[in-house]
């Protein structure tokens, strides 16, 4: 989402090919316009809402393989402009907005290697420096800003399977700490930041199975504990915190590959999700 309340959907995966083509939502009309393509057609990048209203696309997999190119979204102009590019090419990486308003890239698949490797992006000029590397690496986690300024980074997959692990990103030291270990170990899942400061991390796929399981971290105890599971196991699913401090967990794929079209909703008092009917 964009400052002015815009959506921008940048690339992806098209009919049998990756697309460079970008859109714009409108919610007010509830239309969608094209505006200026990417420099580089991607897919299975990450897009990122800077301090400065610009939006930074990183790496990915384009025509040619995985990418470290980057680039900047300026809606005020609807053009792209390249920017530094990572030190690591890579893609199933994370970024995450950082309260300094660098940008936090971490781990993803690189040239046959999951990554521990991070780097940090400056907007001010443009280039990228590493940062502390992972103690594992990992493709697909999640990352999440805590309220205390740290990066919490969870599961994923890695050479040997799906870790359990958890990490801590310390923006002031630049290391990264493991914490607490999840129940479950997973990759494709959801992690949400709650009003409490605590993070709710809901489905995914995990050994041989997608799951219905959630989890919640305790920021302060640095401890996972179950909470309330899904209806419907799913993954590649989106999990929204509304302002209600409910989470509006939609769609995703289920057992045997279904594509879902099921809603619920999360209540953080209760610890358990309540399943919402289709209209």
């Given at each position: 989402m964009l400052a002015n309340g815009q959506v921008l959907v940048?690339?992806?995966?098209?009919?049998?090919?990756?697309?460079?083509?970008?859109?714009?939502?409108?919610?007010?009309?509830?239309?969608?316009?094209?505006?200026?393509?990417?420099?580089?057609?991607?897919?299975?990048?990450?897009?990122?809402?800077?301090?400065?209203g610009q939006v930074l696309v990183v790496g990915g997999s384009g025509t040619t393989g995985i990418l470290s190119s980057a680039e900047l979204y300026n809606p005020a102009s609807g053009k792209w402009t390249v920017t530094g590019g990572l030190n690591i090419a890579r893609k199933?990486?994370?970024?995450?907005?950082?309260?300094?308003?660098?940008?936090?890239?971490?781990?993803?698949?690189?040239t046959n290697e999951y990554l521990s490797a991070s780097e940090l992006y400056n907007p001010g000029s443009g280039t990228w420096t590493t940062t502390g590397s992972l103690?594992?690496?990992?493709?697909?986690?999640?990352?999440?800003?805590?309220?205390?300024?740290?990066?919490?980074?969870?599961?994923?997959?890695?050479?040997?399977?799906?870790p359990t692990s958890a990490e801590l990103y310390d923006t002031v030291s630049g290391l990264w700490t493991t914490t607490g270990a999840m129940n479950i170990g997973r990759l494709e899942h959801?992690?949400?930041?709650?009003?409490?400061?605590?993070?709710?991390?809901?489905?995914?796929?995990?050994?041989?199975?997608?799951?219905?399981?959630?989890?919640?971290?305790?920021?302060?105890?640095?401890?996972?504990?179950?909470?309330?599971?899904?209806?419907?196991?799913?993954?590649?699913?989106t999990a929204t915190l509304l302002p209600s401090g409910q989470?509006?967990?939609?769609?995703?794929t289920g057992s045997g590959i279904v594509f879902l079209s099921s809603a619920e909703l999360y209540y953080p008092a209760l610890g358990a999700l309540q399943v919402l009917l289709s209209p």
């Open positions: 940048a690339g992806g995966d098209g009919t049998n090919s990756v697309l460079a083509s970008v859109e714009l939502f409108d919610p007010v009309n509830q239309i969608w316009t094209m505006t200026g393509s990417m420099t580089n057609a991607r897919a299975l990048h990450t897009a990122t809402l800077l301090t400065n199933y990486h994370t970024a995450t907005l950082l309260t300094n308003g660098q940008v936090l890239v971490t781990g993803g698949y690189g103690g594992t690496g990992r493709r697909e986690h999640t990352a999440t800003l805590l309220t205390n300024g740290l990066v919490l980074v969870a599961g994923g997959f890695a050479f040997d399977g799906f959801t992690a949400t930041l709650l009003a409490s400061g605590q993070v709710l991390v809901t489905g995914g796929s995990g050994t041989n199975s997608v799951l219905a399981s959630a989890e919640l971290y305790d920021p302060i105890s640095r401890i996972w504990t179950v909470t309330g599971g899904l209806s419907a196991a799913r993954d590649y699913h989470v509006l967990v939609v769609g995703g």
